[in-house]
């Protein structure tokens, strides 16, 4: 199981800490972030892998920092600059190869 936290409203320009902690432990795994908005398909943010290399989608890229802790099973996605077009649903994934888990997704909304 994945619990996703952190998420809220910020006016643009602010921040925000999403945090996914995983009940069955993340050490072998690909974490990551996805995000959809009403009327659009989900999309990926931020990947890091269970190698800590780590892949952003280009909207985000040097805005948002993917991490993880492997000691307490939860994976972090440090949002700055955050702008209006920011605003969804966010949700984590863990995988490895077939084996794919959601998490039950937090709203994330940016005042303009």
């Known amino acids: ?11 643009a320009g602010g921040s925000l800490r999403l945090s996914c ?7 072998r795994f690909n974490m990551g972030w996805y995000r959809q908005a009403p009327g659009k398909q989900r999309d990926l943010v931020a990947v890091i892998r269970s190698d800590g290399t780590t892949t952003y989608a280009d909207s985000v890229e040097g805005r948002f920092t993917i991490s993880r802790d492997n000691a307490k099973n ?9 702008k209006p077009e920011d605003t969804a649903v966010y949700y984590c994934k863990r995988s490895l190869w077939n084996s794919i888990l959601w998490g039950q997704g937090t ?4 005042s303009s």
Request: positive net charge; hydrophobic residues 40%.
């Open 1 to 11: 199981q994945l619990r996703a936290s952190g998420g809220g409203l910020v006016q």
């Open 21 to 27: 902690t995983a009940s069955g432990g993340i050490f």
């Open 74 to 82: 939860t994976v972090y996605l440090q949002m700055n600059s955050l």
């Open 107 to 110: 709203q994330v909304t940016v």
